[in-house]
């Protein structure tokens, strides 16, 4: 099944030119033969994030929005904060597993990585560092696997059609 990406990378500095973790999931979304439905850059700025946002997710031609960048301890790493405010449910496993896999490559730094995913409106949305490091870990380790109809025992894929149930 081809799963639609809108992919946002939150960045103060990169281009789409030099965005070296974005280029990353554009091929590994490529390669697993999934559709990039839309791509942006967006500046460090809350506000700007979460009006990007709020159009994908009521966007019928998206399935799963991937960010990546501001998921750090800095004052200006506010990616899962403007994520917070239209989330309907955390999806704790996630940065409980990104990290597990992260100590693997970083070491304890992983502790740094507030990497998440939530759903919004029926639309997964995976919150990823901006290393590419980071973008790799999580879509090598879990993002491959979990958007993945096939995957057994489950997947995020095979609840597409359940996940705005009341």
Known sequence: MIVNIALLTVTDTRTLENDKSGSILVNKIKEAKHK???RKICKDNKKDIIIILREWIIKKNIDVIITTGGTGLTGRDITPEAVNEIAD???????????????KTVGT?????RACAV?????YIFVLPGSSGGVTDAWD???KYQLDINHKPCNFVELFPRLKEK
Request: glycine share 12%; net charge positive; charged share 15%.
């Open 141 to 143: 380790g879990i993002l």
């Open 89 to 103: 449910k955390h999806i704790p496993g996630f940065g409980e597993v990104f990290r597990t896999i992260s100590l």
């Open 119 to 123: 759903l919004a409106n029926g639309k």
């Open 109 to 113: 730094s992983a502790i740094q990585s």
């Open 36 to 38: 990039l439905t839309d």
